[in-house]
């Protein structure tokens, strides 16, 4: 640890924070016992599936939904038109605190015009998927194809054609910051490298699809929706608000989530189909997307180009970096989160680990005829990070510095913070110098030098890459949603209750998708109460049940949620102490509690159970004299005041062959060295760093969602789609430094994208560093095999 | 075209079936949808993922890829029927412990095709596992902690004996 | 994704298979191992009026060692192919090419006779049978029909098997003991369909390409013999000269299609240079034996 950090009751020995347990979701998965949103069938259960645009802009001239409404099964029918007349309005998906944006109001389904290919253009209910898909096959649709904008580099173009005309021009955003004189750098520098990045489109393929189940109530005009979510209340707002039923009469419920990373933090219009459906037919309505409409309709993210310069001296001290952004989104911008906040992260965190004060970061973000974009998992970071460290990289080589000596030489001194960035934002209780050096550690870096070297006399081109990073987790309300406009919610909150029993209920707005949001709340509110695991039960993911929150993106559900349950479980704390000294006729600041019993502080003898307590507290309240009013639960809610985010760093070491003859890159290792503050479950953690890892390097090496140009999808499938599988990923080695944050008394900060935001960028400059002998140099992700025969010259 | 039905019968997870069924439902909507094993998952549906992947006749399959009325006779077992019998219980165990899951979406897969490494067990590297899995996805793990449940299994059968 | 309605007949027999086939003409589908064809039902990129699935039909599968050929059962299932010791022993081309192909529960339910009936280009066994010489057996109501591997690959999922004919058996003969076989593939991940690969049947003495095959697949629509290739190295001592003589040869017997994995030009030098290293091991492996 950098800093004294006082000892809290989570430092106890035998704390429950920090260490390794297993999750109870985990026993339900292994035995076919997860109940996922397509695993709920209600009686009288219909199917929704939707006929699509197949262009990638149309004119629609004409429907005709007669024959499909005839066929057996049907029971509705219903076009874009028609489910307007439902809705309250269309989106738009743009953020007041971003400066100018613009975005075409946009339908849940198209009416006169679809933009891309896969654009829900019909909605057909049956009683099975099967005879809905038959159905929707009888729908005709009569187009006009329009001219599509697919490539972003010409977007802006006089002569491009302009998908909303009534933008005026295909730019959704731009924005520059500006520090210090990049120019004056750049002309005083001894040098000066520049280079052009371009990443490929990518979507988040959670192993379950985008699933809905919703039931309405006409009696009690409750609207219930089982939706496999990340962010229940953001749903319930946004749903509610476009079909006109009111907030509180809406229950959105996420049972078990079959994987997200930040697909499903957002809204999509045949979700709102289905669930109009639902209202109309007053019958069970179910929308399960299949995978080659996850492919056409997910949000999809990372298509960028980045043209990049940094300026160093001789002795490899970086004096600026500057970037030029152009960010290709979809058709609109994506509603409630936008498009454009992956470009504005490229620009927050492009050379964040190094203490340069010169900085200069401009993006345009335009729209194109493709997928919508939007948040996926460690938004703006694997772009903005390959670019800072690739130019790192060629700066070093260009001073004839080792890349590791060269960020040792740059990185913020772990003893400066807090610091503002030469981006301009704040960064605290970060610790860079010390996780280089644990990775020069680990990697063995001297050892694996000279075996590199030994490999190259024998032909063997192997490479070692190094990338340091920041990660923005946990935004605050200062930033982006709060001050946005969005029904999306930055703080977080915990209830917490001690039932008769002397068990414990935590209800927490963090939800789980399979990080063990569950398990760490649990560990939490465990170790902070002083009982054991098994007398916590935690409930999250239910509108019904849970205090307001944001639920889970951007690294939050530990750093927000945690400190809401920790706080939330001291006042519960604090109450049982006071009942306590009442009964015990002790003062409560002489009380602990260990084990599910009140002890004395000296002896840590038993002076009576947590369920007395309860017994006494829920039914026995005679027992307690009148000014003893108390409810024996507790909510707290947390929010950051003044940072935008809490800001975690760390660095990725990566050891890769590259078979310079076919192109073919094998992972041979992986190290991560990461900061996440205090780790509450060390295995949850690393598991967190591992597969965000691995995330991360399938867009490094496979992924990209590949468009023809008349914007055709044309890998809309996963035989087409390359995900990471188990036969080419290495085992990776991850370890933590644990940098509490000042900002909460809990000390954690986010881990979940640590692994996805630098992985892409390591990986490529370990390949970078095997074919530079050759003179090659890959600035293009994925690093296919012809990317890498290319930079070799050898196609 | 009217929707042609067949009535099959056999034996899932021990006990015998008899339903009429579209011809063209395969068999892990039948498994779902018709008898409530949701175990299984549909993650693609067209042969690549192996969230589906059952047994039939002792031999894993992709669910998605076969259909209904080809198991007419068959032996199907999901991952409902091997938790019963207590096949894999160390298997479902190391899963655990070693956290070889986060969503658990893959992870009936998942087991179904590393038990096929444990029938027979012999000395496997990480590579023979890796290369065993490398049909079925898992967008959460990154794998590594997967191969290490599955690793820790068949050693610690191989040291029992 | 679900299936479009068709009907559904398990034939019980050979016959049975062969007379549906022929009555029910282009709307009659055979659903053999069903790893392809089932893909493609939930799809909807197909929609047959009658599968047929010949599942039951019992005398379409195994594998059996006569008189110097190897008769594999077209829905003999690739697990038994991968496992069996006739294979092994007497194919070990093929053996070695079965660790390519898809993934272990494909495996246990795919067949043989399905990939080659379906003939997709970047799969392996067409190459296979190609570079062993394979005769290819159809069945119709007609009567039987044998084709030469050479003969039966006519393009892009087009193959010399009529309509009404069914793929009923592989005959391929033993590789010689003198020979050495070696398979080659190139595809990004475990199990996936090769952007490029070779197999490579030979005869070796002394450093000297005696006989010769090598048939590329992944890269053209149909597995195609290298016969330039083959001319440039047949008869010659194997050296560095001789390997560039064959990797210049083959920009004239292959045409490779540009797909989503690479350009035409990307999978011509995979090519060359998967030549380079099937030549190489061959000669290994001739002097290993």
Redesign the interface.
Known sequence: MNKETPLTLLDKPNSYVGRTLSRDAAKRAVAGRGRYTDDIMPARTLHAAFVRSPYGHAKILSIDVEAAKQQQGVALVMTGAELAEMCTGPWVGTLVCFDGMKSEPQHPMAIDRACWQGEPVVMVVATSRAEAEDAAELVTVEYEELPVVIDKETALDPGTPIIHPNLGDNLAFEKTIETGDVEKAVAEADIVIEDTFTFGRHTAVSLEPRALLAEYDPGTERLTIHTSSQCPHMIQAVFARTLGVPEHNVRIVAPDVGGSFGLKIHTFGDEIAATAAAIKLARPVKFIADRLESFATDIHARENRVKGRIAVTKEGIITSMDIDVRSGAGAYSQYPRTSVFEANQILNITGGPYAHENYRASTQVVYLNKVPTSQYRAVGHPIGNTVGESLVDQAAAACGIDPMEFRRRNVMRDDSYPRISAAGIEMRDLSHQQCLETLVDRMGYDALLEEQAEYRKKGIQRGIGIAAFIKGTAPGPAGYYGAGGAPISSQDSCTIKLEPSGGVICMVGVTDQGQGVDTVMGQIAAATLGIPMESVRVIEGDTDAVPYGGGTYASRATAIGGEATYQAAMMLRAEILEIAGVLLQAEPDTLDILDGHVVDKGDSASRISLAEIGRIGHFQVAELPNHIQHTLSATYRFRLKDALYIFTNGIQGAYVEVDTDTGFIKLLNHWVIEDCGRVINPQLADEQVRGGCVQGLGGALYEECVYDSAGQLQNATLADYLVPMAGEMPDIEVAHIQTHTGVSELGAKGVGESGTGAAPAVVMNAVNDAIRPFGGKVTAQPMSPETILKALGKV | MSEATLEISLTVNGEQVTKTVPVRQHLVDFLRNELGFTGSHLGCEHGVCGACSVRVDDAVVRGCLMLAVQADGAKVETVEGLNETGEIADLQKNFVERNAMQCGYCTPGMLITAAELLREPKPVSREEIREHLSGNFCRCTGYHAIVDAVETTINTRLEEG | ????????I?AESRQQALELLDQLGEDGRI?AG??SL??T????LSQPGT?I?I?KVTDLSGITLEDGIVRIGAMTRH?EVANSPIIAENLPLIAEAMQHV?????R??GTIGGSIALADPAAEMPACVLALGATLVVESINGRREIAAEDYFKGLYETARAANELLVEILIPAEKSDNVSVFLE?A??????A?AGLACVARVSNKTFEELRLVYFGSEDRPTLGAGAIAAVVGQTWSAECKEAAANALADDLDPMTN????A??KL??QK?LTGRALDAAIERAEAV
Not at chain 3, 1 to 8: D, R
Request: no cysteine; proline share 4%.
């Open positions: 994704m679900k299936a479009p309605k068709f009907n559904y398990r659903l069903g790893q089932m893909p039902l939930n799809m909807r599968l699935d599942n697990v898809a993934h272990h529960a494909v246990n339910r190139l990004q991940r475990h199990g996936d369909f952007m989503l994995q690479g350009s030009a990307m030098h995979l240079v």
